[in-house]
């Protein structure tokens, strides 16, 4: 198989964050994934439901005075962005440490730092269709994340 993209739709929030969470059982530390849709399409959501599967204790909220906040997980940290506030580029904020580093980075509105992004990475469209469906497009860059939606697809076919 040889993943480009695909898509899942859900139904409800639980949905997403089930499918979040079952996604946080393939990611490690070094690894980033941005998150893009309107306001409300469910990204913090999927961040939450990510954030429970790295085994994240506290509550996860959309950053609102800081860019980004960090979550303590089980194995390593989640570093969660959120650069809708971001006036410009993000380029002096030091971001691609947190890229690099130790804990997965999840970026919420990635188009206001583009430049700052890693080439390969996993980037998730979230598309309102209905009242409490979403359409969730996963589109890998990179062999590593090609992996992943490989796991995740035969995960969400087989159950385990
Ligand atoms: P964003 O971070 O993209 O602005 P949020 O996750 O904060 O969005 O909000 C999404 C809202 O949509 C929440 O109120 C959530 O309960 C609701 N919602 C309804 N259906 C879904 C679904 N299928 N997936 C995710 N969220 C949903
Ligand atoms: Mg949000």
Known sequence: MNVSEFKI?????????ALAEKLAGYVKAGDVIT????????????TKGLAKGLGVKRNVNSPT???????EGRDFPLYHMDAYRLEEGGD????EEYFEGDGVSVV???????DELPPYRLAIHIRHIGD????????????????????LIENERTGN
């Open 9 to 17: 739709y859900t139904q409800s929030p639980e949905e997403t964050l």
């Open 35 to 46: 998150l893009d849709g309107d306001l409300g399409a469910g990204k913090t959501s999927f």
């Open 65 to 71: 005075f800081t860019i980004m906040k960090e979550y």
């Open 92 to 95: 002096e904020m030091g971001l």
């Open 108 to 114: 919420e509105w990635p188009e206001m730092i583009e």
């Open 132 to 151: 409490t469906e979403r359409e969730i497009r996963f589109e890998p860059a990179g062999e590593r994340y090609r992996t992943i939606c490989e796991e």
